[in-house]
């Protein structure tokens, strides 16, 4: 299985901030990523895939990049919404993984 | 608007078995592959089970394989999730979630929580 590794695992930001968090897969996943904001209660929602498409609806100050085995979520010009935990998750096979995730706080 | 509607979660001891339900609505379900995904307290997320849209050519992750069944009604717009020989460990949330049409998982319901205990 294709492991998922995500750090850091807790960020501190403050709004307005420009913010990075790394996925690393454990073999080559080309550009089968997608990066997911989750808050409690609530339906995880996608925010990009392909490792660098956006999803319809989701704010330009989210983008993602990468290939291969090493990508990046960035959120720039952090908002008080954005405070979350954020997931990656590769489909490149099935069984799909997820990296640990990050708690985005203030 | 995509709507998925996870159900049938509740309190089940250990060895038991339980039925999730998951109703979609906001789109031709019958044109989408669909996905079980869930989430333990305290932890991360944990793919189970993908289903093609006729229902063949079924994956399972390891944790659940031969325990738990995967399976859909078209006609009916729902997911379904048979949870058997069920263990503490397998107390979680568990999600609905739909494969766009490049296979990553675009549309997540808000989960349905199952717990097991003794």
């Known amino acids: 299985d294709i492991q998922m590794t995500q750090s850091p695992s807790t960020l501190s930001a403050s709004v307005g901030d420009r913010v990075t968090i790394t996925c690393r897969a454990s073999?080559?996943?080309?550009?089968?990523l997608a990066w997911y904001q989750h808050k409690p209660g609530k339906a995880p929602k996608l925010l990009i895939y392909?490792?660098?498409s956006l999803q319809t609806g989701v704010p330009s100050r989210f983008s993602g990049s990468g290939y291969a085995t090493e990508f990046t979520l960035t959120i720039s010009d952090l908002q008080p919404d954005d405070f979350a935990v954020y997931f990656c998750?590769?489909?490149?096979?099935?069984?799909?993984?997820f990296g640990q995730g990050t708690k985005l706080e203030i | 608007e995509v709507q998925l509607v996870e159900s049938g979660g509740r309190l089940v001891q250990i060895g038991g078995s339980l039925r999730l339900s998951c109703a979609a609505s906001g789109f031709n379900f019958d044109e989408y592959d669909m996905n079980w995904v869930r989430q333990a307290p305290g932890k991360g997320l944990e793919w189970l089970s993908h289903?093609?849209?006729?229902?063949?050519?079924?994956d399972y992750a390891d944790s659940v394989k031969g325990r738990f069944t995967i399976s859909r009604d078209n006609a009916r717009n729902s997911l379904f999730l048979q949870l058997t020989s069920l263990r503490a460990e397998d107390t979680a949330t568990y999600y609905c979630?739909?494969?766009?049409?490049?296979?990553?998982?675009?549309?997540w319901g808000q989960g349905t929580l199952v717990t097991v205990s003794s």
């Open positions: 392909k490792a660098s």
């Open positions: 289903i093609p849209t006729r229902g063949d050519s079924i």
């Open positions: 998750q590769h489909f490149h096979t099935y069984p799909y993984t």
């Open positions: 979630v739909r494969s766009s049409s490049w296979y990553y998982l675009d549309y």
């Open positions: 073999q080559t996943i080309h550009s089968y």
